[in-house]
């Protein structure tokens, strides 16, 4: 199991290509647990951009402030997250979107499963909606501006 490293200070260079996404500015990757209320319950900030999902949630669940998934309950997560005791992912290659299929119904329970679980999980994203309202800077689609003291 990999250990994740504490950066403290400025990130050395050599370091640098981890941290960058897709658009090839610096990202971090955030895990957060929330509430259907809309409170965070758990984050774990501070991954690598490059960082795989999987990697993220499994070093959350080890280590000393470890995500605590309550006997009997379940934590909703996307199908990027590899199938675990106390975590549901949607079936993969079994579409169900919201938005796109508001006027077709489900045809069958796999997708049915992949409604009411997106309609569910909607909770996280509008969590991380208000957080993105509140503080604009973390919705940015803009490359960030700020030194890396600052970040």
């Known amino acids: ?12 260079m050599e370091d640098a290509p981890r941290f960058r996404g897709r658009k090839g500015y610096p990202t971090l990757n955030v895990l957060a647990a929330c509430s259907f209320d809309l409170k965070f319950k758990y984050v774990l ?6 960082a795989s999902d999987s990697r993220i949630i499994k070093n959350a669940l080890i280590r000393e402030d470890k995500l605590i998934i309550p006997n009997g309950k ?11 005791s106390g975590l549901i ?33 909607n909770a996280i994203e509008r969590a991380f909606g208000v957080l993105k309202k509140r503080f604009p800077i973390i919705g940015s689609t803009t490359e960030p501006n700020y030194s890396t003291n600052t970040q």
């Open 45 to 50: 900030p501070g991954w690598e951009g490059t």
């Open 89 to 121: 992912a949607p079936y993969r290659g079994v579409c169900y979107n919201l938005k796109a299929n508001s006027s077709h119904p489900p045809e069958n329970s796999r997708e049915l499963f992949n409604l009411r679980h997106a309609s569910l999980y």
């Open 1 to 12: 199991m990999a250990k994740m490293k504490a950066i403290t200070g400025p990130l050395k």
């Open 74 to 84: 379940y934590y909703l997560v996307d199908d990027r997250y590899m199938l675990r």
